[in-house]
Structures are given as C-alpha cells and as structure tokens.
C-alpha cells in the first residue's frame, strides 16, 4: 500500500471512528436527554400535582375549623354558607358523633366524597374533602365537620394547566382503564391508558408513538388516581439523518484526507476542554461551532445540552425554595406540639431531603456542657467504635460542633486532614447551624442550646449558602419547638410541686400511690409509706411568726430530700405533714429511713429570724407513722390512712418517734387454731435484728382516731398533749437498727415523671 493509502487509511482510522462514536454518542445523548427531560418533566408535574392537591386540601381543611370553631348549630350553618360563598369549599357537611348528618349545604355532591387524608380504595371520586372533629368547649366529642371541593372536568384541567402535562383521573368502579376525566386526546388515550397499565408503581414508560407517561397515586396525601403524560422531544427520523451524516463524512474524508486530517483535531480538543469544564461544574462553557459537519453539530448538541442542563439546575433551584416555603408552614404546625423527639426527628428528615445531605444529627445542650444527640440519621459506620449514632456526645468547644454551639456562629466547608475530634463522626464535608432560644426568651442563656449538622452531600460537592440558608430555616424550627417542651414541662412541673418547700404536692401524692401500687401489685414487691408530722409546730408559729415557720418547714424538706434515695418520692400533704413514699422497701427499711429521718431533725436546730429580726434557734423534732403495702392494708388509700393512724400513736405514744402500723388480720384456714402476733417461737432469739413493733396505745384519745373521723381540733390537742398522759411505753424507732443493703442518702426525684425503680433497701 503507498503511503498515501496508508495515511489516508489512517486519517479514515483515526477520523471516521470519532466521527462515528460522535454520531452514535450524539444519538444516544440525545435519547437520554430526551428521556430525561421528559421524566423530569412527569416528575415536575408529580410534585405539582400533589403540591396543588396538598393546598387544596389545607384550605378545606381550614374551612372545616372555621366551621368547627362555631360553638352552636345556627352559627356553624352560617359558616358553612360563608365557606361556600367565598369559594374556599363547594359544600360542607356537618355529622354527629353516630355519623348522622345535622347540616349539609346544598348543591354539594351526595356521596363519593374522598378524604385527603386516606387511601383510595375504588368508586368514583366526585368531591376531594377535609375532615376535622367537631368539640365543645369542655373537648368532649361532638361530630365531625367535612369540607369538599369537586372533582370534575375542571378540576383536572385546572391540574393539567398547573403541571404543563396532559392529566386523566381514573374511575376503576367498572374495572381498570376506566376513565373518569381527562385533557388527552383521542389520538394517544388508548395508548397512554394501556402504558399506564404496565407501569410498575410510579415508574416513567413510553408509549410507541413517542410519549412518556406516569402513574401517580392513590397514597396518603393524594388519594386520587391519576395518570400524567407528555409528549417526547425526538424525531424518529435522528438516526437515519446520523448514519447519512456518517456516509457523507466518509466520502468527504476520502477526498479530503490532507485537509480534514489538520482541521479535525481542533474542534476535538475544544469539545474535551468544555467537557472538562462541564464536570467540574462549570455550566457556562460553550464550544464553538465552526462548520456544519459532523463534529459541528456534535458541538450544537453538547451546547444544547448544557442550556437545558442549567435549565434543569435553575428549575431544581426554584423547586428547594418553594421548599422551604412549605417546610416553613410545616414548622409553625410542629411548633405547637409537645413531642421534641418526634420533632426533632421530622425537621432532620426533612432537612436532609432539602440539601441532599447523606447523614445528620440534632444534638442539645445539657447542664454539664455537653453536646447531647437527640436524632441521627445515615451515622451507621461514621461514629467511633462502640458509639451508638443515636447518642452522640460532644463536649462544647471542641471540634466543628462544639465550636458552633460555643460561638453561636454557624460553620460549613471541608474537614482538614488530621485525627477526627472526639466524638464527632467522620465526614468530609459539613455544615452546623446552632439553634437558640426565640427572641425575648433567651435572656441569661447560654448563645446556643443546640445545633442542626449535616455531613456529606450527594455528589462530593461542598455545602453552599443557600444549604446553609435552608438549615437556618430548620434550626429556627428546632429552636420554637425546644422552647415549647421546656415551657410545657415547666408549667407541668410547677402544677405537681409545692412552692415552698419544692417537693411533689398532694394532688402528685394521689397519682404516685396509685401508680406505685399498682407496680408493687404486679411486680411482687412491697411499698412503705412514711407519714411525718413536725412537733409542736404551731407553737413556732404563735411564737416566731409565720415567716420562722416556712423557713422551718424548707428546712425540714431539705433534711428529708437528702435522707431518702433517688428512686423515693416525697410530699408535702399540707402544713407541717408530709409523706415519703419508699418502693421496693419493707418495715425494716422503712424503720432505719425513719430512724435516720428523726434524728436529721432533731441532731441539728434550725435558725430563723424571729419578730425583731434576730437570729433565733428551735430544736424540732418529728414524728413518724409507718405502713406497708401489701402487709397493713390492700389499697393506696387503706396504706395511707395506716400510716396516718400509726403517726398519731407515735404522737400519743411521747413524739420524737416512729409506730410501723398493726398487720391486718389475714384469713386463717378451717381447723387451724389463729396464731398469736406477740408469741416468739421457741428457741427464737429476739435481738436487735428483729423489725421494730409498736404496740396498741393504751387508751383512746384524739390521735387515735381514724383520719375520715379526726378533726383540725382532734390533730391540735393530740399535738399538744403531754408525752407522760398519753403513753407509758417508749417511742418505738428510736434505737432501731440499720438493715443489710440500704443504699446510701441520694436526693429526692423531682420533675413531672415518676423516676426509675432500683433495688429495695
């Protein structure tokens, strides 16, 4: 072969495979585009679709509460009437709690009536509606109120001319492909009807004529079953006019082989430049055209693709903003519940979805100055070994977290490289917005009592500022709804505590002895209730004042909190007589916590300030009755009034002690003689690890009254009486012993919840 053979051979070698791959790459961009472009516009169309549905049915939903808001018949038919006037509904329907109806408006469609809230489950949709529960200003149930909008011909070509794209709804009462309404026409409705049919769930198929088509719903949210369709922007004639395009650039390169081997490499190396350029997100590059060939039009193509790249790009930018216009709707709904995890859990979620973050967390900001995490999503393998994602903790101040909740400044960009700061997860790329409280309610806080992090975003690209503006958005939402649980637990607190001496008030005793109860009850186990009655109390308020008496009684709270455990619960029942109630404990316990109870007020005097201001000192001392659940009684109620009696016979008995109540008789079987309680059996020794016996007060007197007979007169005389007239026995509890296993003085639990059980003493 001549040279010029050769190199001509070489130029159609090294030219037309090029050409070739370039017309085949071209034809299979522009199929993918055109696929692309179409399913994106399907997909556009689906979040209109459920978009304007999800509108609609808020705005039903809203004319529904102005009607329910209505506190009598007339007004709420008034109301209706005005919902329908005004176009926010086109009927209401009012029911009762049985289902009845007590109020439609007229006109409205009489049945086929489907819930935004619910799942489609066949029959013909005419009216879409929104449902709330009608009450009465007590909250008891009434009924329902529903407010409907028609689903007819209009209204799916109110849908197609919001989305762009043709919409038919189905009507499978009469079996599937049933059309109920549609803006297809009569062309292509066989065709998209039966692409519809083999979709497989919301999946983008094509019919044979060129058009794409979706099926979207019935699901929550969008119970309507409709199918989506648009035409395909590529002509069918593209690959012939490619392969013709080949043909003749084979012809020409067979003549021309000196010159287009020169002129060819050109607009190659400018179509790799813009290429490059393109996958390093520059969508502003552009190749020159500069012929008509092949490779000319390759260039059009690349150019018309990345035009309607940043089409796509500039759409997709628009979509988040709309975004976080309706996520700032969601949040203001959020706010107003009680549920922080649930909350904080929703906000990550959707935070995530908005930025296109691979994983994130919330964490808040706890009394020791740590980073505590409340929610985590996507940490599975990011965290150290053996830290669990869903309990993060960062101390404040140190790496990218804790410098965000120390400086209150948010941060984004790309982790250095270098050993990852305890506790934070691996990641490379971040961003971390603190949240505070809202404005006028963080006065004296810390800058941030939390902060919003996400990690990584799809793609490997860094975070941008309008991420950061997004997260901004959801740290304020998680910010209103920590401040709402606080506000909300503090309220519930004060509603359950006594003001002045801080501990649970009666109306939390009733609640705790019955749960405590019926935990005894299930469990197996006993529960000691301790009934303790100041001394001769009124005689330090006649003497020292009212003032001196508070101050005894917040001391004397203060004494009884660091006597008991943690898992204990104390009460103020009212005046100087308080409850402590002791699971998981039996007489013996209770005896040593009453021991140890009596002399902590009696070991150390209180000062007050009496009448002239004066620093005075009162020794006190306090009386203590003991019952225990199951053994002196079968109810909260019965245990409690046990204790109260035996507190009244330790008050007979000299004071400055402690009475364990009488054992209720137990049933004795047929045939057996009844044992006696105060028999020891034989060779038994008693000693000091025996449990501590009252026994019955010798003679009746006021204290020894039942609490339902007592009166403030029976209370104050058996207060006052004298130790020597009452009883000749000493006070029994004043050398008791301790008991194996007690566990050592912790605080008394506080806040609106029951704390945890551990062992009994």
């Known amino acids: 072969m001549t040279l010029r053979g050769r190199l001509t051979a070489a130029f159609l070698t090294v030219v037309l495979g090029p050409v070739v791959l370039g017309a085949v790459f071209?034809?299979?961009?522009?199929?993918?585009?055109?696929r692309s472009r179409s399913t994106e516009r399907l997909s556009l169309a689906a979040s209109a679709v459920r978009t304007s549905i999800d509108a609609l049915c808020q705005q039903l939903r809203a004319a529904a509460d102005a009607v329910a808001l209505r506190p009598d018949p007339a007004g709420r038919a008034g109301a209706a009437g005005q919902v329908v006037?005004?176009?926010?509904?086109?009927?209401?329907?009012?029911?009762?709690?049985?289902?009845?109806?007590?109020?439609?408006?007229?006109?409205?469609?009489?049945?086929?009536?489907?819930?935004?809230?619910?799942?489609?489950?066949?029959?013909?949709?005419?009216?879409?509606?929104?449902?709330?529960?009608?009450?009465?200003?007590a909250g008891t149930p009434l009924g329902a109120v529903a407010a409907a909008e028609l689903v007819d011909p209009a209204f799916v070509a109110r849908l197609a001319a919001v989305t762009g794209v043709a919409v038919t709804l189905l009507d499978d009462t009469a079996g599937p492909g049933r059309i109920a309404h549609t803006t297809e026409t009569d062309g292509v409705r066989a065709a998209v009807l039966a692409a519809a049919g083999t979709a497989d769930g919301e999946r983008v198929t094509a019919t044979p004529d060129g058009r794409y088509v979706r099926r979207l719903g019935p699901a929550p949210g969008q119970p309507l079953p409709l199918v989506l369709s648009v035409p395909g922007g590529q002509s069918s004639g593209l690959p012939v006019v490619l392969l013709g395009a080949v043909l003749l650039a084979a012809a020409l390169a067979v003549l021309t082989a000196w010159r287009l081997a020169r002129v060819t490499t050109r607009p190659l190396v400018e179509l790799a430049g813009a290429v490059d350029r393109v996958a390093g997100g520059d969508l502003t590059a552009r190749v020159p055209v500069r012929s008509r060939d092949e490779i000319g039009r390759l260039a059009a193509a690349f150019n018309r693709m990345i035009r309607e790249t940043a089409g796509y790009?500039?759409?997709?930018?628009?979509?988040?903003?709309?975004?976080?216009?309706?996520?700032?709707?969601?949040?203001?709904?959020?706010?107003?519940?009680?549920?922080?995890?649930?909350?904080l859990r929703v906000i990550l979620h959707s935070a995530i979805a908005a930025t296109g973050a691979r994983a994130g967390a919330v964490l808040l900001r706890d009394d020791a100055g740590m980073l505590v995490g409340q929610c985590a999503e996507g940490l599975a393998g990011r965290c150290p070994a053996g830290t669990d994602p869903e309990e993060l903790r960062m101390p404040v101040g140190a790496g990218v977290v804790g410098a965000v909740a120390a400086t209150g400044e948010p941060q984004r960009g790309r982790v250095r490289p270098g050993p990852t700061p305890p506790g934070e997860p691996w990641c490379e790329t971040y961003v971390a917005v603190p949240f505070t409280a809202p404005a006028g309610?963080?006065?004296?806080?810390?800058?941030?009592?939390?902060?919003?992090?996400?990690?990584?975003?799809l793609g490997g690209d860094e975070f941008d500022d309008d991420d950061l503006a997004t997260l901004r958005t959801f740290a304020g939402h998680a910010a209103v709804a920590?401040?709402?649980?606080?506000?909300?637990?503090?309220?519930?607190?004060?509603?359950?505590?006594?003001?002045?001496?801080?501990l649970w008030n009666y109306r939390y005793l009733r609640e705790s002895l019955r749960r405590e109860v019926e935990r005894a009850n299930r469990f197996g186990r006993m529960l000691s209730i301790?009934?303790?009655?100041?001394?001769?109390?009124?005689?330090?308020?006649?003497?020292?004042?009212?003032?001196?008496?508070?101050?005894?009684?917040a001391e004397f709270a203060r004494r009884v909190r660091g006597e008991i455990r943690e898992v204990d619960l104390a009460f103020r029942q009212g005046g100087e007589e308080f409850v402590v109630l002791l699971p998981e404990t039996d007489a013996r316990g209770a005896a040593t916590v009453a021991e140890r109870l009596g002399a902590a007020v009696r070991e150390t005097p209180v000062v007050v300030a009496g009448h002239t201001g004066t620093p005075t000192t009162i020794t006190m001392s306090v009386?203590?009755?003991i019952a225990v659940y199951p053994d002196h009684a079968g109810t909260g109620t019965e245990v409690l009034d046990a204790a109260d009696e035996a507190l009244y016979a330790a008050k007979g008995a000299g004071r400055d002690g402690y009475r364990v109540a009488t054992a209720r008789p137990r049933p004795v079987p047929a045939g057996e003689a009844p044992a006696d309680p105060t028999a020891v059996p034989a060779g038994t020794a008693v000693g000091d690890d025996d449990p501590p016996r009252a026994g019955p007060p010798t003679g009746p007197s006021a204290a020894d009254q039942p609490p339902s007979h007592r009166t403030p007169a029976d209370r104050s005389a058996a207060d006052r009486a004298p130790a020597d007239g009452a009883r000749t026995e000493q006070p029994t509890g004043r050398h008791a012993v301790g008991t194996p296993g007690v566990t050592q003085p912790g605080g008394a639990s506080s806040g609106p919840h029951p704390p945890r059980q551990s062992r009994g003493r």
């Open 441 to 457: 309610e963080a006065a004296g806080r810390d800058p941030a009592v939390g902060v919003l992090v996400l990690y990584d975003r």
């Open 26 to 34: 071209v034809g299979t961009t522009l199929s993918t585009v055109d």
């Open 85 to 137: 006037s005004r176009g926010l509904a086109a009927a209401v329907l009012v029911t009762d709690r049985a289902g009845g109806v007590t109020y439609a408006t007229p006109g409205g469609p009489a049945t086929g009536w489907q819930d935004c809230a619910g799942v489609r489950t066949g029959g013909p949709v005419r009216a879409i509606s929104a449902r709330v529960d009608l009450r009465d200003p």
């Open 623 to 625: 009386s203590i009755g």
């Open 482 to 502: 920590v401040e709402n649980v606080r506000v909300h637990e503090e309220a519930q607190r004060l509603s359950l505590t006594d003001p002045l001496t801080g």
């Open 313 to 343: 790009v500039a759409a997709l930018t628009s979509s988040r903003d709309q975004l976080r216009g309706h996520l700032g709707v969601l949040g203001d709904t959020l706010a107003s519940t009680h549920d922080l995890q649930r909350i």
């Open 530 to 553: 301790l009934v303790l009655d100041l001394d001769r109390f009124k005689i330090v308020n006649d003497s020292y004042g009212h003032a001196a008496g508070d101050a005894v009684l």
